[in-house]
Every structure is written in structure tokens, then in C-alpha cells.
């Protein structure tokens, strides 16, 4: 008899209609690997708590050996992996959650995953104000060497995603689909940046549609797989505060940004924040809550540069040596462009022009009245 390959065994059990993550969770916890799962028999699966008899008659009569031999192959083609729960390369953090996926379908490298993350979460509908910040917290992280993991949605996550790696950082996507499922469209060419430098993670099976209800449970991954969440900004009922209930619940550290007192953007950050969530001004406010865990963590180097030396990074971010020269006329407290244009000696559409892709890298700040800082701090 030929031996089946183990990874269509995880996979026939995954595609058991009615079964699920948690009841295959189960399956496994109690009775091993799935090839002992699906040799135990009607009369000992039917004793394993929460699972159906249709589950247990399937199981036993009728495994989806076949549609998992199809799923595998396609995986293959494509130059997806699989991982599996009970695999050393599973990263250790997601498999301490609740409902560990049993399966992580992968684009990327898969070693990345056990690397220290932060998860950025926000609204898709963000207001300029959360995607400055989602972008500033994006590249800051992504160039201090933790990874950055969010959910590839519009809005905070594209803006943490982008910025991870303009800053030369890793980042991680987690969807609530199929990996060939490209959703949200608009994000395609993000999705394909990250499974090139990062990790693209979903625990559907390929062809699965974005439906609602599968974002609620792909949140739970984003929190699982990072030391901390935080929330950039969030409307009172939102996806974001569903990760970090998942983050609360599983003692994950919980961090908001505070925004306007009148701002129904922010309201659910600023609802965490009254429930204890850790307020963030600035990166050091995140790092210094989890210097516990990252004691023994030695960042890699993101600085890019070239063989001229004509980029240069500045915490982390690539500055040209007239973005950098600018960077020096500038202060934390606003200045007036007329003013900075004098200081700078230089014509004031060059000036513009630097200001606008400082801007742009989230290390300069324009306010209202034609006024710009140095973005070290956070209104």
C-alpha cells in the first residue's frame, strides 16, 4: 500500500464538512495526528466532545482524501506551503490562542512568522490623522526589526503594510479568504510586495471567498501572532476591537492611540484606553511595555542605502541628503513654510517638494496654516 503523503491526511481532515477549526482542534488534542484521528473509529470519535455524528460518519466512512490530493497539488503550483500545527516552524505564540488555526496556508517565508510582531490594526475608512499614524507606527516598527502583522484591509492596515516595507521592515498579512483569492482587489500589488518580503496567512482553503463572518475569525490570528495589537483608530463597533478583545483575552498588551475627544473615528480606541489599554504617543511607548519580551531580540539592520551613500536612514527611513539637510531646519514645534523656506537658502518649490515626500515617509508633520514639525510626537 503507498503511503499518503501527511499533509493530505491534515488536509482531508480540515475539508471534513461541519468540522471546523475548533473541532478539529479537538480531534487532534485528544486522539494525535490525523492519521490517528482517521483510524480511531465511530465509536471513539463519537466521544470526543462537540463533534456531530454527520462529522464522526464522514470521518470514518467517507474522508475527503481526494479533494485534499487536488488541494495540495494546487498549493504546489501556486508555490504555497502549508503549515501544520504540530510543526517546530509553527510559530509558538499562535499556538498558545484558544483556537489555534490547525492549518496556516502560506505565501512567503515561513520562518518570519516566528519572529517578534506587532499587530497594527484601524478603520478602513480612515481619516488622514490614522493614516498618518498607521504609516509613522508602520515604518517605525518595520525599521526598528519587529515585524508588522495586519489584515491587508483599505485604510490603516495598507498604510502599516506600505510603510513596513518602504522602511525595508517585514510585514505579515492575514486574510479572511483564500491566499488566490485576491480581496480587497485594490490591495493585490500590496499582497503580492508582502509574499515577496513578508508572509501573506490565511487558514481557508484556497478558492474561499472573503464572506463576513470570516473576518471576526481571521482577527483572532493577527492578535495571536503578535506580542501587542495596536489600534490606530476605531469607530465603537469595529473589526479592530474585535482583535483586541482577542488580544485582551489571551494576555496579549493592548495599545490606542489617543485621537480627538469629538472624533467618532476614535471612539473605540479611546474606549480601550478607559479599559486599561496602554496609550501610545510613540514608538519607545511600545517598546518599553514589551522590553520583556524583547530582551534577547537583536534587530536586523534595515538600512538599504548605495554605493554612493546618497540615501540615509533616519530611524530607520531613507533620506536623501537634502530630505536629511532639511530634516535639521525643522523643530517639533510647528513652523510657519514661509519660515522654513528662509532657513533653507533654496527655492520654495524645492522646499514644497521635500516637505511633501518627508511627509510622505511619516517623519514630518503639515498642520493647519501652512505649518510643519517634526512627526517625533503625536497630537
Known sequence: MTTRDH???????????????????????????????LAAGRERLSRVRGIRQPVVEVITHNPPFHE?????????QNNFSLLTWNDPAYPALLREIYTPPMLLYINGDVELLSRPSIAIVGSRAATSYG?????RLGAELGAHGLNVVSGLALGVDAAAHT????????TVAVLGCGLDVPYPRRNLALAQRIASRGVVVSEYPLGTQPEAFRFPARNRIISGLALGVVVVEAAKRSGSLITARFAMDEGREVFAIPGRVDSAASA????????????????DDILVELSAHLKDFRPASCQAGNAKGDVVAVSGVELTPEERSLMKILEPYPSHIDTIIDRAGAKAAKV????LMLELKGVVESLPGSQYRLAGQMP
Open 7 to 37: 499533509l493530505v491526511n491534515w488536509l482531508a481532515l480540515a475539508l471534513v464538512p461541519g468540522l471546523g477549526a475548533v473541532g478539529m482542534g479537538r480531534l487532534i488534542r485528544e486522539l494525535g495526528d490525523p492519521e490517528q484521528v
Open 68 to 76: 485534499a490530493e487536488i488541494e495540495l497539488q494546487r498549493l504546489r
Open 131 to 135: 493614516l498618518k499614524i498607521g504609516r
Open 163 to 170: 510603510s513596513a516595507l518602504e522602511a525595508g521592515g517585514i
Open 268 to 283: 473605540g480606541a479611546h474606549s480601550l484606553l478607559q479599559q486599561g489599554a496602554k496609550l501610545v504617543y510613540k514608538l
Open 352 to 355: 514644497q517638494e521635500i516637505l
